[in-house]
């Protein structure tokens, strides 16, 4: 079977070249189309070139338009150059702005505002918000300055939702009873399914309230769901993902893997694993994507309370869900449906997502009676390891060509 996979590039207009997908082309064989969406995250301080940095991230990425700044500053003009990059001439340029602080000045918040509206959609496919402090100091938790976002961003707003009083509140009292003997198995006790749920709501809430278009990215848990419903992408303005750690492990598995299953959003129960597979048949999930965050192993060490959370999950996010799909969790189909057609949608990926004349010819081949052990030898990942170390799969990926090159 051939997979396609919609990493978005930035490169010129392909769609009569060789690269793109022809009518001759054998359809039999390309018969699904598969992947997910790869973003970078890109930070943009003062003076650079923003489409110059995005180049950088793996053809297209997150842009974080106010990282750290010098000195602590909450002041900064946000360079934009306007015009077309000679790189992506004949071709849509998408990115998305990811935003924190938002407690900042109103001139500042106007500011952000401005690039999304000077930008417009054909560039920005959206605007990620940290409603739970997830990473360094992203957190974005004062009422007004959601409240404002919502109301004025002309383009998709995706929320990473965990609410920080009650995450705080865990932190305190599990400090206070285990010290540094907190074990991971603690992770979804304190990053808990009602932090989770009440950050979603609010969400959802101010969306409803603004009629703004939210994404709610690494869904972890089954009362979540019910913030959802299951019409077609098309008709929804609120939608949602699901990453493959979630549907793979459980609570369960905490006393094998540690550390390496701590993720934010935290791996939570059998039940709200089996609630989030049942959302990806009733159509209330609408996408499955990945987390990856690369960690050193010397970052996963240490209590739950002090290890990284995070891990590498591109290189095998494909082979789990086919795996998935093998055991009758779902079908192929599917896969391909939540993992390539709806986030090429949802994002507005130009000419990607699908097997069709005209577009990108971005496949994999997969060979669907590969069985093969995940080892240290044959992961490839700068950082060494991966959370599936010692399971086994039964598809593997044979090659992959990025607009009909072929890349590995």
């Not at 009733?282 to 990945?290: M, N």
């Not at 130009?350 to 009676?369: N, S």
């Amino acid at each position: 079977m051939n997979f396609l996979i919609p990493v978005y590039h930035s490169g010129a207009d392909l769609s009569s070249a060789p690269g793109s997908v022809d009518r001759g082309a054998d359809e039999g064989a390309l018969e699904a189309g598969l992947g997910q969406l790869i973003f970078a995250l890109i930070q943009v301080l003062p003076g650079q070139d923003l489409f110059g940095a995005l180049l950088g991230g793996l053809g297209a990425g997150l842009v974080d338009l106010l990282g750290p700044l010098p000195g602590g500053s909450n002041q900064m003009d946000i360079p934009v150059q306007h015009g077309e990059h000679p790189a992506h001439a004949g071709g849509a340029a998408a990115l998305a702005v990811r935003v924190h602080d938002m407690g900042f000045a109103h001139a500042q918040r106007r500011a952000v505002i401005a690039v999304l509206c000077q930008n417009g959609k054909r560039r920005v496919c959206g605007v990620k918000v940290f409603m739970g402090s997830s990473t360094g100091n992203l957190l974005v938790d004062k009422d007004a300055a959601l409240a404002a976002l919502f109301a004025e961003s002309p383009v998709l707003i995706a929320t990473h939702c965990e609410d920080e009083g009650t995450i705080r509140a865990n932190i305190q009292r599990f400090r206070e009873e285990y010290g540094d003997r907190a074990t991971a198995a603690l992770h979804p006790s304190i990053r808990s399914a009602e932090a989770c749920y009440r950050s979603s709501a609010k969400a959802v809430e101010l969306a409803d309230r603004y009629g703004a278009d939210l994404h709610i990215l690494h869904l972890s848990t089954a009362r979540e769901l019910s913030l959802f419903d299951d019409r077609p992408l098309a008709e929804k303005k609120i939608t949602n993902e699901v990453c493959v750690h979630h549907l793979w492990f459980t609570g369960a598995d905490y006393a094998a893997k540690g550390n390496l299953i701590k993720w934010n959003p935290a791996v939570k129960s059998a039940a709200d694993r089996a609630a989030l597979r049942a959302g990806i048949l009733s159509g209330k999930v609408d996408v499955v994507a990945t987390d990856h965050a690369p960690h050193l192993l010397s970052e996963k060490e240490g209590s739950c309370l002090k290890a990284a959370s995070g891990g590498p999950l591109i290189q095998h996010s494909l082979i789990v869900m086919l795996e998935l799909a093998m055991e009758g969790r779902f079908t192929y189909e599917k896969v391909v449906e939540k993992m390539a057609h709806m986030p090429s949608e949802l994002f507005r990926v130009d000419r990607r997502g699908y097997i069709r004349p005209g577009y990108y010819a971005d496949l994999v081949l997969v060979d669907p009676k590969e069985t093969w052990t995940v080892a240290k030898e044959n992961i490839l990942y700068k950082c060494g390891w991966s959370p599936f170390e010692g399971y086994t799969f039964h598809h593997g990926v044979w090659k992959t060509f990025v607009n009909g090159e072929l890349a590995r």
